[in-house]
């Protein structure tokens, strides 16, 4: 059997070639200059400077964040009580409702956020508001399929004990439900905030153009601008921004689990 | 309690209208008369002429497949190598390994995207088919690799030890013993690679070079203009996955039903 371990050391190579030199190239050249060679890197933070310098760029990073964190929290809020709904249908209609939210997200997410920009066109609304329809319109089924997950798994013998031991409909939600579905939730808002932080089509092609976030800035730079130093150094701003919250957001269910 | 059911299903009806209304659509609007998007004015298949006489949009629609279809071969090979030679590995590069794989898919697809752009042009290869292809190999094997590892960790290891000491080679014991056990593994597999690479939007715009669009990009690029052949395109898509979801959820359903019927004679 131990000759079979030879077999993940191509894809050893692969990894480290492919993922690994990518991931550092960014940083090599988040921490450098435009027009340097390889040969005289000269490292510098002057692409960080100017992106925390610069009223706009942080405004900019303000509203990704802040457009992430609205979204997941209108997709828990509408996206629970479907999943809750679901959960206490019979088990045939379980599994075609699962179905029926599954289906359309086999459909291109640029297909059907081009069909929005039709729908939205002459309705008048905001920007904003058509930005944040498409947003929940896409990350929507993911919130409700994970929290279902997690409520389905629960034994509903744990409902009937509490209450035998005098809960009523609430309480019974309340301490036994709610809490049970949080990992449900947390997988949620880690499958909903991660992409929605960095999205870019969704604000361009609802948005029009004038809605601007960090995904469409490093777009901006890297495929109009071509300062691919500057596009660098957003990018690992952003990644380092998604990781703190996602450490956060983990440590807090951690914390709870703890009962900290 | 009536009451309460009552307004539970109405909440799901909602739910699923939202989530059906931009299908129904554009499905609706690709049959419509005039370029509007709002008025529908009469029905015809206008757009579905157009759509076959544009060029651009025929080739899009190619090297989505195309490209779709390489990119699962090959990742669902090179994956299921991978994840056979994975799991047999030390810890320590078990771990190391699988730590490069969740950086792969965490990642933002954008980071993913720029990075390999970074990589591509410092190594002066020219953007076009092969860095697409490529990159849709890159990001489709560590999926390929999560959907087989839990296969082979219930995987009996004597089975195995039991065909080399028979006489097969290890290379037969692979071929014959390993994989079969782990093949629901490899198809799960081999289907997300496919619905990933034949969704990409963010990574292909980012790798792909002039003249080479998928249908993600190619619906990107169009958007600036009111083309309603998209939606004539978009509704090809729509129904294509519709029939081949159903064949895979009532396939499975038949074959049940034959199989109790026969038990029954």
Not at chain 1, 137 to 149: A, D, G, R, S
Request: charged fraction near 15%; proline fraction near 4%; glycine fraction near 4%.
């Amino acid at each position: 059997m131990k000759s079979f371990r030879r077999l993940i050391y191509p894809y050893m190579v692969w990894a480290g070639i492919f993922i690994v030199i990518p991931m550092l190239m960014i940083v090599i050249y988040a921490f450098t200059k435009e027009g340097n060679d390889t040969m005289t890197l000269q490292f510098t933070i002057e692409n960080f400077v100017r992106f925390f310098e610069d009223q706009i760029f942080i405004q900019v990073l303000i509203r990704s964040l802040i457009l992430a964190i609205i979204t997941t929290i209108i997709c828990i809020l509408i996206g629970y009580p479907a999943a809750y709904f679901i959960a206490r249908l019979k088990p045939n209609s379980q599994s075609i409702m699962v179905l029926l939210i599954t289906l359309p997200m086999w459909i291109n997410m640029l297909v059907r956020t081009y069909a929005w920009r039709g729908i939205l066109l002459e309705t008048g609304l905001p920007e904003e508001i058509k930005v944040y329809i498409g947003m929940v319109y896409n990350f929507l089924p993911f919130m409700i399929l994970q929290i279902y997950t997690s409520l389905s798994k629960m034994d509903p013998s744990l409902l009937v004990a509490a209450q035998d031991l005098g809960c009523n409909s609430r309480q019974v939600f309340t301490k036994v439900i709610l809490p049970l579905s949080v990992p449900g939730i947390i997988s949620g808002i880690t499958l909903v905030f991660l992409p929605a932080v960095s999205s870019f089509f969704i604000p361009k092609l609802l948005g029009g153009g004038s809605y601007v976030l960090i995904g469409n800035l490093i777009e901006n730079y890297f495929v109009t601008t071509g300062d691919w130093n500057f596009g660098s150094a957003i990018s690992l701003i952003m990644t380092v921004v998604i990781l703190l919250s996602m450490y956060f957001t983990k440590k807090f269910d951690y914390d709870k689990e703890n009962g900290k | 309690m009536k009451k309460k059911q009552y307004f539970s299903k109405s909440y799901l009806l909602l739910i699923m209208a939202f989530f059906y209304l931009p299908i129904v659509y554009v499905v609706f609007f690709s049959f419509n008369d005039s370029k509007s998007l709002t008025n529908f004015t009469g029905f015809s298949f206008r757009w579905y002429e157009q759509m076959f006489a544009n060029r651009t949009m025929m080739e899009s629609i190619y090297y989505s497949v195309v490209i779709a279809v390489l990119a699962t071969i090959i990742s669902t090979i090179v994956g299921t190598v991978a994840a056979i030679g994975l799991s047999r590995s030390k810890r320590l590069i078990k771990e190391t390994v699988s730590q490069v794989n969740n950086l792969s898919m965490l990642n933002p697809e954008i980071v993913t995207a720029i990075g390999l752009m970074l990589f591509f042009t410092s190594l002066n290869i020219p953007f076009g088919f092969w860095t697409l292809l490529l990159a849709h190999i890159i990001f489709c094997i560590p999926y390929v690799m999560l959907s087989i590892t839990p296969k082979l960790r219930q995987l009996d290891e004597n089975l195995a030890e039991a065909a080399l000491d028979l006489g097969c080679t290890p290379f037969q014991a692979l071929i014959k013993v390993i994989i079969p056990q782990i093949m629901p593994g490899i198809v799960s597999g081999a289907l997300i690679a496919f619905t990933m690479s034949f969704d990409d939007f963010v990574i292909s715009y980012f790798v792909t070079g002039p003249g080479i669009n998928n249908i993600s990009t190619y619906v990107y690029s169009s958007v600036k203009r009111i083309n309603p052949s998209v939606n004539a395109l978009s509704t090809i898509i729509v129904v294509a996955i519709t029939l081949v979801l159903i064949i895979v959820n009532v396939v499975p359903l038949i074959r049940e039903r034959k199989k109790k019927n026969e038990t029954n004679y």
